[in-house]
């Protein structure tokens, strides 16, 4: 029975444009297209309104942006700094070798066929051949050892083998698959990797990565604590506005959006200020950095902000401040009720 | 458009505001509520505003059931109403404009319109010339008129008023209710909570006296002399 009764209702009402005359429903448009209007335009007020109300107490306004600021800075030139570290430790696989210690009984036409081999070997940038007799020598110009080595009836010292890796940028564990690679090698006793420390600084900035990633989301936390709490207080100040919006009538949405855009401009000047932060420590280091670059590499320039991660920085920034004051105005507003 | 059936109000700590209070008011009707200090009007007009809640009874504004109004249909409601307050309940952090303004900000009005009515408003309450102070500047008579000014702006269907002429001089007085009354000539409900005894008679529209929180005397036809009409 419902159901039909239902259905019959919504016929009538589907039925009552047709009924209406065109200039009764365009009447109903403008009306409706109006209203959004006004809509629109009292959003844009509010928006500029509560970029009024925080220019009216200049000093609080700007402390919490420059606290928003600073929060944001940091992870933000963290995430440069590591970024520069691990485009120019990329380049670091030219110095970067791996030693191949022949079998013992090896000869140097073995180890030569050996290095041919290798130079196929689509990893491998270079090949070098250290002879048992050259290294003895070199050994005894280094160790110091010299008088000593005399005394022995034999050369020690296998043929060596001189390695340098192509490093992937993207894949910089490839190296050590490599180094697995080539100790299989029939004629090689050990095959080493040589700047050990290459690998450890890899797992270093990997280690780093994380810890922005880390420092960013507790700061970017706090962010959104340092707008909620702001806005908490802006609730409590503006009590008796909100009273009183209430007793006429004003809807949630209504009283909800001068907090939220006041929130959303902590946060816009908040990334604002960070990207000018961050612009100002670059300048600083900037020098230092190109001379630190130019000992590593001719060629390497400092990266700095984009225009895509400026943009991304004032986005997160803005969508913190909207989430701090959202969480605020959702908890502390329907506490005030007027009486 | 308004309809009290047994309305009993009970505050936090035992007090009983209103006892077991009946009355209808029909549309388009003007009435005023009387009644000692402490009687109970200023509850009775909260209960309408849904600013308290009723503890026994039903309470209908306009065929709407109000006791168990969900909290986010109470905007709409009030929006519908106008209300002026015992305590003003102005705010002073702006112009008298811009608090006449705001129940149009809320409906929505633009803004060329709103400057058109407020000004309509605040020259109904004599008060044109302060359009751009700020309230905290004004005596009490003129802060109770911008009062009136923003219950009045929006041309709301009901019109309720906790002492209206509460600070004002017996001529300013009668010019204010003159006002409610054009008012109820062109269709607003008009329930008004007033001391002022003289005015009340010298108007002559009927009254509901409250005392202790029951309704003592009721001018208001009751809904069997209703049916008889
Ligand atoms: N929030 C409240 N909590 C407890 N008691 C209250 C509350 N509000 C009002 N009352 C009590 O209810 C009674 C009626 O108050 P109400 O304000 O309705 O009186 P009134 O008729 O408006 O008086 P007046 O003419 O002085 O304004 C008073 O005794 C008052 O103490
Ligand atoms: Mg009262």
Same mark, same amino acid.
């Given at each position: ?53 925080? /220019?009216?107490?200049?000093?609080? /306004? ?72 050259? =290294? ?64 450890? #600084? ?8 994380? =810890? ?13 604590? *340092? ?48 990207? #000018?932060? *961050?612009?100002?420590?670059?300048? *600083? ?17 400092? /990266? ?12 997160? /920034?803005?969508? #913190? ?19 | ?22 009355? %209808? ?32 009874? %039903?309470?209908?504004?306009?065929? &709407? ?8 249909? &109470? ?26 303004? +705001? ?7 633009? %803004? ?45 269907? +009901? ?32 329930? &008004?909570?007033? %001391?002022?005894?003289? +005015? ?9 006296? +409250? ?19």
């Amino acid at each position: 029975m419902r159901p039909r009764q239902k259905t019959k209702r919504h016929k009538t009402t589907r039925h009552k444009p047709n009924r209406k005359t065109p200039s009764r429903a365009n009447t109903k448009d403008t009306k409706q297209s109006s209203r959004l209007r006004s809509y629109l335009t009292h959003h844009l007020q509010t928006f500029v309104a509560s970029l009024g109300y925080l /220019s009216r107490q200049p000093i609080s /306004s700007l402390m919490t942006s420059a606290v928003i600021a600073i929060a944001l800075a940091l992870p933000a030139g963290l995430y440069i700094a590591l970024d520069n570290a691990s485009r120019l430790s990329a380049g670091w696989d030219s110095t970067t070798q791996i030693s191949l210690f022949l079998k013992a009984g090896t000869t140097l036409k073995q180890a030569e066929k050996l290095a041919t081999k290798l130079r196929l070997h689509k990893q491998i940038n270079k090949v070098n051949i250290i002879d048992r007799e050259r =290294g003895l020598e070199e050994f005894q110009q280094i160790s110091g050892f010299g008088d000593a080595l005399q005394f022995l009836d034999e050369n020690p010292l296998p043929h060596v083998i001189t390695v340098q890796p192509i490093i992937e940028q993207e894949n910089p564990e490839g190296v050590l698959h490599l180094v697995k690679t080539l100790q299989q090698e029939r004629r090689v006793e050990l095959a080493q990797l040589d700047m050990q420390w290459v690998k450890r #600084l890899y797992t270093l900035l990997d280690i780093a990565q994380r =810890g922005v990633w880390i420092i960013g989301s507790l700061l970017g936390l706090a962010v959104l604590l *340092i707008v909620g709490n702001t806005i908490r207080l802006d609730i409590q100040n503006r009590r008796e506005v909100i009273q009183v919006s209430k007793l006429i009538g004003a809807s949630n949405g209504f009283i909800r959006r001068p907090f939220l855009y006041t929130g959303a401009w902590y946060g816009l000047f908040g990334g604002l200020l960070a990207w #000018l932060l *961050i612009a100002i420590a670059l300048g *600083i280091m900037a020098e230092p950095l190109e001379r630190l670059a130019t000992l590593y590499h001719s060629n390497y320039q400092i /990266s700095s902000l984009m225009a895509g991660d400026i943009a991304l920085l004032i986005l997160i /920034s803005c969508l #913190l401040g909207l989430g701090g004051s959202w969480l605020a105005v959702g908890r502390h507003l329907s506490e005030i009720e007027p009486s | 458009m308004i309809r009290f059936d047994n309305i009993s109000k009970r505050y936090p700590g035992g007090f009983e505001a209103l006892s077991s209070a009946s009355f %209808h008011l029909p549309r388009g009707s003007f009435a005023y509520l009387t009644g000692h200090s402490g009687a109970g009007k200023s509850t009775l007009l909260k209960l309408i505003t849904l600013i308290e809640r009723p503890s026994r009874g %039903h309470i209908f504004l306009d065929g &709407i059931h109000l006791n168990n109004l969900p909290a986010r249909r &109470i905007p709409r409601i009030r929006r519908n109403i106008g209300v002026i307050f015992q305590n003003h309940h102005l705010l002073y952090d702006r112009t008298v404009f811009d608090n006449v303004a +705001l129940p149009l900000l809320i409906h929505g009005y633009h %803004h060329r319109e709103i400057g058109k009515r407020v000004r309509a408003a605040l020259d109904q309450v004599g008060l044109l010339s302060k359009e751009k102070a700020d309230p905290i500047t004004l005596s009490g008579g003129e802060q109770q008129r911008v009062g009136i000014a923003r219950a009045i702006v929006h041309k709301p269907p +009901l019109l309720l008023a906790d002492e209206p002429t509460g600070n004002l001089d017996p001529e300013l007085s009668r010019e204010i209710m003159e006002l409610f009354v054009r008012f109820n000539q062109h269709g607003t409900t008009v329930l &008004i909570a007033s %001391h002022d005894l003289d +005015l009340i008679r010298q108007m002559g529209f009927p009254v509901i006296s +409250l005392a202790k929180g029951t309704i003592e005397r009721n001018e208001l036809l009751t809904d069997a002399q209703e049916r008889e009409h």
